[in-house]
């Protein structure tokens, strides 16, 4: 799937478009050298995220996570600055 997402990204960029990657933030795509190339590439800003910043909650009935946020961490990649500062809340307290 990523080397059929890098010629339409590199695309975007190349017309002044803007491009965000998402995966949760301990994804091994991070990891990956061809991510890794092509975020430096492209200057990419990279931001971590909590989902409870955002209101997420567990989906469905459970007594036990009545009224709970997720902590749950995403990091997102973009070559747009504004997008990236949007998307860096932190959970109260961390």
């Known amino acids: ?3 059929n997402f890098v ?3 590199d695309e975007v960029i190349k017309m002044g478009g803007i491009v965000v990657i998402e995966w949760p933030r301990a994804c091994a795509y991070w990891r990956d050298p061809k991510v890794k190339k ?3 590439r492209h200057n990419m800003y990279t931001e ?3 989902g409870c910043a955002y209101k997420l909650r567990p989906v469905g ?3 036990n996570f009545d009224g ?3 902590k749950k961490p995403w990091m997102i990649a ?3 600055r504004i997008m990236a500062d949007a998307f860096s809340k932190k959970c109260p307290g961390v």
């Open 1 to 3: 799937m990523w080397d």
């Open 7 to 9: 010629p339409a990204a």
């Open 38 to 40: 092509f975020l430096k």
């Open 48 to 50: 971590t995220w909590h």
């Open 61 to 63: 009935r459970n007594k």
């Open 68 to 70: 709970m946020y997720i």
């Open 78 to 80: 973009t070559n747009d």
